[in-house]
């Protein structure tokens, strides 16, 4: 399980991610992974996540560019002292992988801002026997 944690102007970003076999085809060259991140307002205002930027790098060395509105199709208010928390899907073509980006923001004053997200791993857990 991947996992990262960073924190950019009073925004905590918290990742994890896990392998979802059930939706993987390794003979196809297809790995499925989840990840959930939990975003945490420590600022005195709300904020707003406006939109988000993945760089995604699989073990083949192959890099993919991600950006969109919002994250899975909601572009929350996060007020003080509250989390959002959101899970969604990265398939890879190979059995590891990391990604990294940032969520553009924008403050209650309406001044945007970016939050970094900080690396983390896409991997299969690998078992003792």
Request: net charge negative.
């Amino acid at each position: 399980m991947g996992q990262s944690r960073k924190t950019t102007d009073k925004v905590l970003v918290e990742v994890q991610s896990r392998y979802l076999p059930e939706h993987s085809i390794p003979v196809a060259s297809r790995w499925m992974f989840a990840y959930t991140i939990c975003i945490t307002n420590h600022r005195r205002d709300k904020i707003q996540l406006l939109s988000r930027h993945w760089i995604i790098t699989d073990a083949n060395g192959s890099t993919q560019e991600v950006h969109g509105d919002g994250v899975v199709g909601e572009q929350p208010v996060i007020l003080p002292g509250l989390s959002y928390e959101y899970t969604s899907f990265c398939p890879l073509e190979s059995n590891f992988g990391t990604m990294h980006g940032s969520y553009r923001m924008i403050d209650a004053q309406g001044r945007p801002f970016m939050v970094e997200i900080a690396p983390f791993s896409l991997d299969i857990p690998h078992t003792i026997h």
